[in-house]
T-cell receptor, first 116, second 114 residues
Framework: ETGVTQSPTHLIKTRGQQVTLRCSSQ?????VSWYQQALGQGPQFIFQ???????GRGNFPPRFSGLQFPNYSSELNVNALELDDSALYLC???????????????FGSGTRLTVV | AQSVTQLDSQVPVFEEAPVELRCNYS??????LFWYVQYPNQGLQLLLK??????LVKGINGFEAEFNKSQTSFHLRKPSVHIRDTAEYFC????????????FGTGTKLQVIP
């Protein structure tokens, strides 16, 4: 059984650019959630995708968007990058729209994005 | 809206000593409470959760936490820590209606000293 895989592990972008982060969910999971973890902070919920549709969203602007594919993998896209977007972006997979209260909710190790 | 406060950003403790990581929350409605652990270069893992019932909750790796409604606290404890417990620990809260939107605290780094 494979866990959650995120790519790339590290990324440096320039302010104003666009970035795409990728996540492969754990085998058997059909739900993917994305979080932003700024330095010294806890993770903040961005959104969740279940059956290829957005299934909940946190307080993030529309320039944060996502996709889920038929194989349940997912992408997080951020447009018009700002310096404050520098953070660790975590992906988590689960079953049937479940959230982080479930013991089966599995986090990846994240993508470290630096915006300069 | 709910919030979580973890007052201690770092807690050093000697191996085999007991440890308590403090967590206080605020919410206008009933809450569910969680503790997560994040080992270096890894994602978060759920340690334990309080949903209802007994206020003393036991989790994995020998950790336990006690829900205290009057003090709005959910402190995490372990009677004897190991080197492998060195990690960052996050307290989190969710209202009873939205498991997806869990609010995390800022984390406490537990450093176990040999």
């Amino acid at each position: 059984e494979t866990g959650v895989t995120q790519s790339p592990t590290h990324l440096i972008k320039t302010r104003g650019q666009q970035v795409t982060l990728r996540c492969s969910s754990q085998s058997g999971h059909n739900t993917v959630s994305w979080y932003q973890q700024a330095l010294g902070q806890g993770p903040q919920f961005i959104f969740q995708y279940y059956r290829e549709e957005e299934n909940g969203r946190g307080n993030f602007p529309p320039r944060f968007s996502g996709l889920q594919f038929p194989n349940y993998s997912s992408e997080l896209n951020v447009n018009a990058l700002e310096l404050d977007d520098s953070a660790l972006y975590l992906c988590a997979s689960s079953l049937d729209g479940r959230g982080p209260s479930s013991y089966g909710y599995t986090f990846g190790s994240g993508t470290r994005l630096t915006v300069v | 809206a709910q919030s979580v406060t973890q007052l201690d950003s770092q807690v050093p403790v000697f191996e085999e000593a007991p440890v308590e990581l403090r967590c206080n929350y605020s919410s206008s409605v009933s809450v569910y409470l969680f503790w997560y652990v994040q080992y270096p270069n890894q994602g978060l893992q759920l340690l334990l959760k309080y949903l209802s019932g007994s206020t003393l909750v036991k989790g994995i790796n020998g950790f336990e936490a006690e829900f205290n409604k009057s003090q709005t606290s959910f402190h995490l404890r372990k009677p004897s820590v190991h080197i492998r417990d060195t990690a960052e620990y996050f307290c989190a809260v969710s209202d009873s209606g939205g498991y997806q939107k869990v609010t995390f605290g800022t984390g406490t780094k537990l450093q176990v000293i040999p």
